[in-house]
């Protein structure tokens, strides 16, 4: 079956640790994209990539960095430069050059302990 | 920068009723789009309207967009227990979807 994985589903980072994030998907897509959900306030985008070898800053990228080195993967490091970790981070994927929806993974939770 | 607003915020309506949500934005958009998002889960891509198209149709989903009042709705007609989420819309223009901040559905059985 074709989609979308992030792992690990829980993740719990210690104060001024880097934590890195998985994002794979077998769907082909050219583009993929890393959002923030926190309660109550939507989804925020992070960074994003709509070819291998290339991304750009989202909204809220600080704190963040990301690589893009095959179609597949696009993984996200929260550093310790991030002073608000604790979140909800989603990772999607879509075609490029048209109307598409995008298809999301199930998502990571990072709990600052 | 958030551009699409649900109201309402939250809507508990009764088991076979129909649900109407509502989506505002502020910018010229090529489409929008709704998502549904169960507790704890990823978002999943329920339907598309592209900004030339006024409504769509998706079996129990019904989408309306007015570009001249920035505007969108989702009805869900002949609502289930399943239908409990999040409900966000999204609008696409030259940038990455702008996610709205969601109506969260109850639908008691």
């Known amino acids: 079956d074709g989609g979308i994985t992030q792992s690990p589903k829980y993740l719990f980072r210690k104060e001024g640790q880097n934590v890195t994030l998985s994002c794979e998907q077998n769907l082909n897509h050219d583009a993929m994209y890393w959002y923030r959900q926190d309660p109550g306030q939507g989804l925020r985008l992070i960074y994003y990539?709509?070819?291998?070898?290339?991304?750009q800053k989202g909204d809220i990228a600080e704190g963040y960095s990301v690589s893009r080195e095959k179609k597949e993967s696009f993984p996200l490091t929260v550093t310790s430069a991030q002073k608000n970790p604790t979140a909800f981070y989603l990772c999607a994927s879509s075609g490029t050059g048209g109307d598409y929806g995008y298809t999301f993974g199930s998502g990571t939770r990072l709990t600052v302990v | 920068s958030q551009q699409g607003e649900e109201d309402p915020q939250a809507l508990s309506i009764q088991e076979g009723e129909n649900a109407t949500m509502n989506c505002s934005y502020k910018t010229s958009i090529n489409n929008l789009q709704w998502y549904r998002q169960n507790s704890g889960r990823g978002l999943v891509h329920l339907i598309l309207i592209r900004s030339n198209e006024r409504e769509k149709h998706s079996g129990r989903l019904r989408v309306t967009l007015d570009t001249s009042k920035k505007s969108s709705s989702l009805l869900i007609t002949a609502s289930r227990a399943a239908d409990t989420a999040s409900y966000f819309c999204?609008?696409?223009?030259?940038?990455?979807?702008?996610f709205g901040k969601g109506t969260r559905l109850s639908v008691i059985a």
């Open positions: 990539s709509q070819i291998v070898n290339d991304f």
């Open positions: 999204a609008t696409s223009g030259n940038t990455p979807l702008v």
